[in-house]
């Protein structure tokens, strides 16, 4: 079993930053890739963002590509997601998973265990 926690969202003007974080317990956290997922109000839980386990190959999508930034630090069991020049479609509430391994998936199926969420909202 792995829990995951997230913090860091809120209510933000567009155009500015967020960094969200999410700690990690309970399995050998370096091993396994993370991602960040999103839901808006009424859609699916969309993919957001990867990393593999090294922290050296990230994966984004073209929604965020270009103005996001995930990483991991190993060491705190923590991997974070920022998020540049928000915009009010941004607003969703966010969710870090951990992966099955070995690679980076896209898809929820590819992820064992979730956070409970934290909610971005952006306001124009």
């Known amino acids: 079993q792995v829990q995951l926690v997230e913090s860091g969202g809120g209510l933000v003007q567009a155009g500015d930053s967020l960094r969200l974080s999410c700690a990690a317990s309970?399995?050998?956290?370096?091993?396994?890739?993370m991602g960040w997922f999103r839901q808006a109000p009424g859609k699916g839980r969309d993919f957001v963002a990867g990393?593999?386990?090294?922290?050296?190959?990230?994966y984004y999508a073209d929604s965020v590509n270009g103005r996001s930034t995930i990483s991991r630090d190993n060491a705190k069991n923590t991997v974070y997601l920022r998020i540049d020049s928000l915009k009010p479609e941004d607003t969703a509430v966010y969710y870090c998973?951990?992966?099955?391994?070995?690679?980076?998936?896209?898809?929820?199926?590819?992820?064992?265990?979730w956070g409970q969420g934290t909610q971005v909202t952006v306001s124009s």
């Open positions: 998973a951990a992966g099955r391994g070995p690679f980076v998936g896209r898809s929820q199926s590819e992820y064992d265990f």
């Open positions: 309970g399995r050998t956290f370096s091993r396994y890739p």
């Open positions: 990393i593999n386990w090294t922290g050296r190959s990230t």
